[in-house]
């Protein structure tokens, strides 16, 4: 089972504003934040249910640059509206459309999902495994 997982990114408030906005509408939101004097490297947030952050950000420094390729992260949702507006606030917080909502039969009869490219090119998903 993964416990937390995250990506690095280039430009840190760009990075922490497009997902503050992108995730909100799936129940995630900014839990915890902490500056690069305390991680003595660079800023890091964490993004999740309350009240433990699962997803972090981290800013880009010469000893870890962004993640090239760029990464998949999969949010699994409840309910089809939620991958709906996840990938409308994502898209408003400056995301790029990389797989409208809709069902993916190919992997699966009930698999619904949306992705969208963050800031940085990362392959950021909501899915659903319900049946409608």
């Known amino acids: 089972m993964i416990d937390h997982t995250g990506v690095i990114v280039s430009d840190f408030e760009r990075s922490r504003a497009f997902y503050t906005q992108a995730l ?19 800023d890091v947030a964490g993004f999740g249910e309350p009240p433990k952050p699962d997803f972090w950000i981290s ?26 507006a996840f990938y409308q606030a994502a898209l408003a917080a400056g995301g790029r459309d990389n797989g409208a909502p809709g069902p993916r039969p190919h992997y699966h009869e009930h698999y619904y999902g949306a992705f969208v490219l963050d800031p940085d090119g990362h392959n950021i998903e909501a899915v659903c495994h319900a049946p409608v």
């Open 24 to 42: 909100a509408p799936i129940g995630y939101a900014l839990l915890a934040e902490i500056p690069a004097a305390v991680t003595k490297s660079t």
């Open 59 to 84: 800013g880009a420094t010469l000893d870890k640059p962004v993640n090239h390729p760029p990464v998949h992260v999969a949010f699994r949702v409840t309910n089809r509206a939620q991958v709906d």
